[in-house]
């Protein structure tokens, strides 16, 4: 006897779990009966392959020999929902036997809402990964070319510089983070993960804060008109690494003492603690909107006339600023959009702001550095000077080259004279 038993309920309508499939000839006999009872009656003369279920439980109905055959995609396989508007296919052989092989290529799974869930948020993660892989490698060339290029090392450069470290160091924590915040640790809450999200929070605050750096300086040397002469590197150092300090202690003590749970990520409903580093962010971003307004203001009317080398300068330095600003603030705003229920809403929400937090170190590290016409003319110096210096050509001139002293030039001369 068959070690199965067989569910009379349509396979073909219903959950392939349903029906029970095992190897035994009695059981295959039981299914190709049951399955050529469930299909329309086919008269075919000549060769033929009989009615037959193959192993996922899809019915094959009775067929003349050399014809491909085609049946609705099965409903469930394993737990998995398929879509039943594509078709499986299986050829009919000559000798009036059935293709072990199904074509079911096009039977496409359809995703849950939890699945499609897990798999957007693995493409963002994805996504961050790179990003912050590639920022981090273009901040760390472009901090290095600040570093070796004495010659452009000029307020406004260090400035870009300073900008370049602390998205350097918010990138690096960013992977301390990833790498560290398992579910485990956050649950336990110890304080080293406290306090690496604390490091994290800090270096996202000096970012802003060093944006706002830039705006300053912008401002006071195009719009106020002083001399940049009278500008001081502490001062900028007190704005970008000095003021977000006590911002970020206020904030732990309110964690610490209102929602300490979690490493100190997310917030607790009702619980507004975040909101002592966000709002002065967005206090500065603002301030910086309007510096940007009045600079433009001011170039397109006062300097666009104006051909110096220090006032095209300005110019470059305003157009990255431009473009960096809005993305920065951009990135930042978007935590506080809902994109709404709608699924390609929250899709468009979730990449788009994945790849701009990502990619900010790459943006800035391109348009303060790389496209910065100083450090390019520096680099290309050093180049041909380092050509200079290990050419050929270079050695073999200094090695033929001999020393003639001012006596010995004047003593020839004579000798000749004297021939002559």
């Not at 002083?226 to 970020?248: A, N, Q, V």
């Not at 709608?342 to 899709?347: F, G, L």
Request: hydrophobic share 45%.
């Amino acid at each position: 006897a068959a070690d199965c038993t067989y569910n009379p309920i349509p396979v073909c309508s219903l959950p392939i779990q349903a029906f029970l499939l095992c190897d035994s000839p009695a059981a295959a006999s039981i299914q190709e009966q049951y399955c050529e009872s469930l299909l329309p009656v086919t008269n075919h003369t000549g060769p033929q392959c009989n009615a037959s279920v193959d192993l996922i439980g899809t019915c094959w109905p009775r067929s003349a020999v050399g014809q491909l055959v085609a049946r609705p995609c099965p409903e469930y396989f394993y737990g998995v929902r398929y879509n039943t508007t594509n078709n499986g296919y299986r050829e009919c052989l000559a000798n009036g036997s059935w293709a072990a092989r199904v074509n079911y290529s096009q039977c496409q799974e359809i995703l849950s809402e939890e699945k499609k869930s897990k798999l957007h948020y693995h493409i963002a993660v994805i996504i961050n990964y790179l990003g912050h892989c590639v920022s981090l490698g273009a901040l760390l060339v472009a901090f290095v070319l600040f570093m070796r290029l004495r010659s452009i090392r000029c307020l406004r450069n260090i400035i870009h510089w300073n900008l370049i470290t602390a998205f350097i160091l918010r990138n690096a924590t960013w992977f301390v983070v990833q790498l560290t915040m398992s579910p485990e640790v956050h649950e336990s809450n110890v304080v080293w993960c406290r306090l690496v999200t604390a490091a994290y929070n800090y270096f996202h605050v000096t970012n802003f804060f060093w944006m706002f750096g830039e705006g300053c300086y912008l401002h006071t040397a195009i719009v106020l008109t002083y001399s940049t002469d009278k500008l001081r590197k502490w001062m900028f150092i007190c704005i970008g690494w000095c003021i977000p300090f006590p911002i970020i202690v206020a904030w732990a003590i309110g964690k610490l003492y209102y929602d300490n749970e979690k490493c100190w990520f997310g917030k607790r409903a009702g619980v507004y603690t975040d909101y002592i580093y966000q709002g002065p962010m967005i206090l500065v971003l603002l301030i910086n909107f309007i510096f940007l307004f009045n600079i433009v203001r001011i170039l397109m009317t006062k300097l666009r006339a104006s051909t110096t080398s220090e006032t095209i300068q300005y110019r470059k330095a305003v157009k990255a600023t431009l473009v960096l600003l809005p993305l920065l603030g951009i990135t930042y705003m978007l935590f506080f959009v809902n994109p709404g229920e709608d699924e390609i809403s929250r899709i468009v929400f979730i990449y788009f702001n994945s790849f701009l937090e990502s990619f900010q170190g790459f943006f800035v590290s391109v348009f303060y550095c790389f496209l910065n016409s100083e450090v390019r003319s520096a680099v290309r110096k050093r180049w041909h000077r380092w050509q200079d210096k290990h050419s050929i050509r270079a050695r073999v001139a200094r090695a033929m080259s001999i020393p003639t002293s001012p006596t010995r030039v004047s003593f020839h001369s004579i000798k000749q004279s004297t021939a002559v």
